[in-house]
């Protein structure tokens, strides 16, 4: 699976087609991420995915601020990583289907 959420955070989406179709992407996940990270996460994954992605700290780092094992930091983010990435999918599957739809329907009229 590819990861979604790195791609996102580092703004390397040059593999995922046109740059239509990567603003419309980075649209959609920055519409749909807030809401998984609200709804899907425990406070603890939220916590160390903001820390890694957005604070720019290592495990270490991340660890010793939360006063856990780097192990158990590593864990946290595998678990949230998986759990973003597989929603995300979903996302872009069914935007994917959408604008294929919408592309259709302009060349038939």
Same mark, same amino acid.
């Given at each position: 699976?590819? &990861?979604?959420? +790195? $791609? /996102?955070?580092?703004? +390397? +989406?040059? &593999? $995922?087609?046109d740059l +239509?179709?990567?603003?419309?992407?980075?649209?959609?996940?920055s519409?749909?991420?807030?809401?998984?990270? #609200?709804?899907?996460?425990?406070?603890?994954?939220? &916590?160390?995915? #903001? @820390?890694? /992605? !957005?604070?720019e700290l290592?495990?270490?780092?991340?660890? #010793?601020?939360?006063?856990?094992?780097?192990?158990? !930091?590593?864990?946290?983010?595998? @678990?949230?990583?998986?759990?973003?990435?597989?929603?995300?999918? /979903?996302?872009? !599957? !069914?935007? *994917?289907?959408?604008?294929? @739809?919408?592309?259709?329907?302009? *060349?038939s009229?």
């Amino acid at each position: 699976m590819m &990861d979604l959420i +790195d $791609s /996102y955070y580092s703004g +390397d +989406d040059r &593999d $995922s087609g046109d740059l +239509d179709s990567q603003k419309v992407s980075r649209s959609a996940i920055s519409s749909v991420l807030p809401l998984i990270l #609200k709804n899907d996460l425990t406070n603890r994954q939220r &916590d160390c995915l #903001k @820390m890694k /992605y !957005v604070d720019e700290l290592n495990q270490a780092e991340i660890a #010793k601020r939360l006063g856990l094992s780097q192990p158990t !930091v590593c864990r946290h983010i595998a @678990m949230a990583k998986s759990i973003v990435n597989n929603r995300l999918s /979903y996302c872009l !599957v !069914v935007l *994917n289907r959408a604008n294929n @739809m919408w592309i259709n329907w302009e *060349n038939s009229h």
